[in-house]
């Protein structure tokens, strides 16, 4: 039976008006321009206040999140869909392994990080940002650190230098954003939140993703400064009742 074809005026390779609207340091819309960056794809973005969410927006994302990909006008929003659509809409490079199991293992672990690591990431980063001490403290570092030595573990089973192995992929664009955000969370805090030192897998995973050139293209401008003052804002209201 002949694989599908794409519908007319979505053919693989053609080029599209792209444009990626994002919260300025959302790590889920970096992931997007990660990818877009990596296959060279011409787009636009557009910035928006999460705090003030124009009509416009939530009109096209129903979960009213950021990021949303205009494809000729049409939203496409989720960044782990979006980032599937750009790699089928533009094959070279390929991100995703050819094989099935290859890519349901690859969507296995972007959903971990999903579910896992980027809900670890901002409950320890608030913790840290807010002052926070004891097992206010400790328990999200320790969630994180499980996390991490999940990860750790996985990467050996690879080989690295990228996560499924030899070749950049879906998998590596949406970790970077985390890994470069941590490195800067872990200087906010004292020597407990350093938690990268003990995974030296990660640590190079890290090192060779943040010196990729799309990865570097990719992060926002004053970034340290940005995100520590947006878990800084949210401590302070979350302690305000």
Same mark, same amino acid.
């Given at each position: 039976?002949?694989?599908?074809?794409?519908?007319?005026?979505?053919?693989?390779?053609?080029?599209?008006?792209?444009?990626?609207?994002?919260?300025?340091?959302?790590?889920?819309?970096?992931?997007?321009?990660?990818?877009?960056?990596?296959?060279?794809?011409?787009?636009?973005?557009?910035?928006?206040?999460?705090?003030?969410?124009?009509?416009?927006?939530?009109?096209?994302?129903?979960?009213?999140?950021?990021?949303?990909?205009?494809?000729?006008?049409?939203?496409?929003?989720?960044?782990?869909?979006?980032?599937?659509?750009?790699?089928?809409?533009?094959?070279?490079?390929?991100?995703?392994?050819?094989?099935?199991?290859?890519?349901?293992?690859?969507?296995?672990?972007?959903?971990?990080?999903?579910?896992?690591?980027?809900?670890?990431?901002?409950?320890?980063?608030?913790?840290?940002?807010?002052?926070?001490?004891?097992?206010?403290?400790?328990?999200?570092?320790?969630?994180?650190?499980?996390?991490?030595?999940?990860?750790?573990?996985?990467?050996?089973?690879? #080989?690295? /230098?990228?996560?499924?192995?030899? %070749?950049?992929?879906?998998? *590596? =664009?949406?970790?970077?954003? $985390?890994? @470069?955000?941590?490195?800067?969370?872990?200087?906010?805090?004292?020597?407990?939140?350093?938690?990268?030192?003990?995974?030296?897998?990660?640590?190079?995973?890290?090192?060779?993703?943040? #010196?990729? /050139?799309?990865?570097?293209?990719? %992060?926002?401008?004053?970034? *340290? =400064?940005?995100?520590?003052? $947006?878990? @800084?804002?949210?401590?302070?209201?979350?302690?305000?009742?």
């Amino acid at each position: 039976m002949p694989a599908p074809r794409p519908a007319a005026g979505y053919r693989r390779g053609v080029a599209h008006r792209l444009k990626l609207v994002s919260f300025d340091i959302c790590p889920y819309v970096e992931r997007s321009r990660i990818v877009l960056l990596e296959k060279r794809l011409p787009h636009e973005v557009t910035f928006i206040e999460l705090s003030n969410k124009p009509a416009w927006f939530l009109e096209i994302s129903p979960m009213g999140r950021v990021p949303v990909l205009l494809v000729d006008d049409r939203p496409v929003f989720e960044s782990m869909v979006i980032n599937e659509l750009l790699n089928e809409l533009q094959p070279e490079p390929p991100l995703f392994p050819a094989d099935p199991i290859g890519r349901a293992e690859g969507r296995g672990w972007i959903v971990f990080a999903n579910d896992v690591v980027m809900p670890a990431n901002a409950a320890a980063a608030l913790a840290i940002a807010g002052g926070s001490t004891g097992e206010a403290l400790a328990k999200p570092l320790a969630a994180l650190r499980d996390a991490l030595d999940k990860l750790d573990r996985q990467l050996a089973r690879r #080989g690295g /230098p990228f996560f499924l192995g030899r %070749e950049f992929s879906l998998v *590596d =664009a949406t970790y970077a954003p $985390f890994l @470069r955000r941590w490195r800067l969370a872990e200087t906010w805090g004292g020597p407990e939140a350093r938690l990268l030192a003990s995974f030296p897998r990660v640590v190079a995973w890290s090192e060779t993703l943040l #010196g990729r /050139p799309s990865v570097a293209a990719a %992060e926002p401008a004053e970034l *340290d =400064a940005k995100s520590r003052r $947006f878990y @800084r804002d949210r401590a302070a209201r979350a302690r305000a009742g």
